[in-house]
């Protein structure tokens, strides 16, 4: 034993070394950062991303408080999720269109005026719980244009060699924030109420809206020049673009299983978040400031995670640790439902951090990834709509925690989580088979029977000697054709 020991230090030793020197892991992980645009939009992401996990601690608690029903409190989540299903694919379209900056922008800034009318409403003495859903409505119609336009940006400024430290990087911010949120949200209902809250959070959405103006913008697309007597270009169309992304995302069996495992997860798992207040107040008999801290150690759970997740940077890499991180995340929320001690809570909600934010960032990573530049709006415009289908899951865990209790609510949903995750994983081949498959690029053909199941190539050059695309190049047939048929 003792003559292995020096062996596995060098070897540890050497993998630091590695890590750290210019082209490592550690290097790698931070690249991003030296893209102007990405810098300032990581920064305004955390902003805005701040500002939300204020706002869903401080909705909860003051709907609760405001009519001491767990089935009321369901229906802020649903609202805060009802527009998602038709903001999310439109916008994810429309992106590809317009410009993306000045989508968030506007939309930035209707979120100030709609939490400050809130804020006034509730320091007047008129607050009224219609006016949180009608707030919780808009924000969720907000999130739906701002998630699929930031992650489309993300990809722009890095190229789609550096999407995984992107996307970890921006679940740095993530995660910071839904540590900070929370707590701030807790210590602000605490000294202050629901008026004072409100007002802090209203000035948090104001920071997050002014924050946006200082992005550049993205690097210009290179607009196609059209050859004389060649076919016109089609006209632009709304439905004709969201029924391509349909069938962009079924033609693969990895975006396709992302897809329906996220609608899985975000029905049956994430919407114990909306009833965390419930649970906080008839299970663990805690208050504001606890609830909070009960928010943040999920957000610990997931910032730890981030550090881990660069490891992963084979497809097939990502896709276990997207499988992988929904199971765990299950198992742990099942092993909260049943906890009944504070202590206990903050550790089993530490561990489902640890395994949905693998799960949240290997969705984005994988989808972006494997999308053309062309189509990224809408692919992740298509992940905007399977996490839109919250409003059933919301409505769902309301009702049982009306019927059954809020443990037993969410045991029941998680439990079902986890089998169904494992059921569609198999399926699409997620823990393995099809995660060697070469990702559709833009201008190839497309046989949704068949998918994409192709090996990767090695990297090649072109013919002015710069280093091709490797396995996010198209792959040649023996014929010469360069179509995935």
Known sequence: M????PALAVRIASAYTLARRPGGTIHESFAPLGSPGFRTLWISTFAWNLARWMEMTITSWTALQLTGSP???????????????????????LSDRVDRLRMIRYSGWVNVIVMG??????????????????????????????WPVRRSLLAEYVGPERVLPAIVLDNVAFNVARVAGPLMAGAALNAWGAPGAFVLLAISFLVASLSVWT????????????????APPRRPSLWRDLRDGFDYVRADPVICGVIIISVVMNILLFQYQGMLSVFADDVLRVGPVELGELGAATGVGAAVSVFLQPMFRSTRAQGLAFIVGSIVGGVALVLFSVSTGYPAALVLLFVVGLGTSSFGTMQSSLILSRSSPAMRGRAMGMVTLAIGSAPIGSLQLGFLADTVGVSMAIGISSALSLVLVVVVGMYFG???????????????????ERGVGLPPTA?????AGDAGEGLLSRVPSKTGDRSVS
């Open 2 to 5: 003792t003559s292995r020991r």
């Open 71 to 93: 089935w009321l409190v369901g229906m802020v989540a649903v609202a805060r999720t009802a527009a998602l299903p038709v903001s999310g694919p439109i916008m994810g379209a």
């Open 117 to 146: 009318s809130v804020a006034a409403a509730l320091v007047a003495g008129h607050g009224a719980y219609w006016q949180l859903l009608l707030g919780s409505l808009w924000l969720g119609a907000s999130w739906g244009i701002d």
């Open 215 to 230: 992005v550049e913008a993205p690097p210009a697309k290179p607009v196609p020049v059209r050859i004389p007597g060649s």
């Open 430 to 448: 997620m823990f393995g088979r099809n995660l060697v498959g070469v990702p559709i690029r833009e201008g190839e053909s497309v046989n949704p």
């Open 459 to 463: 990297p090649r050059r072109n013919d």
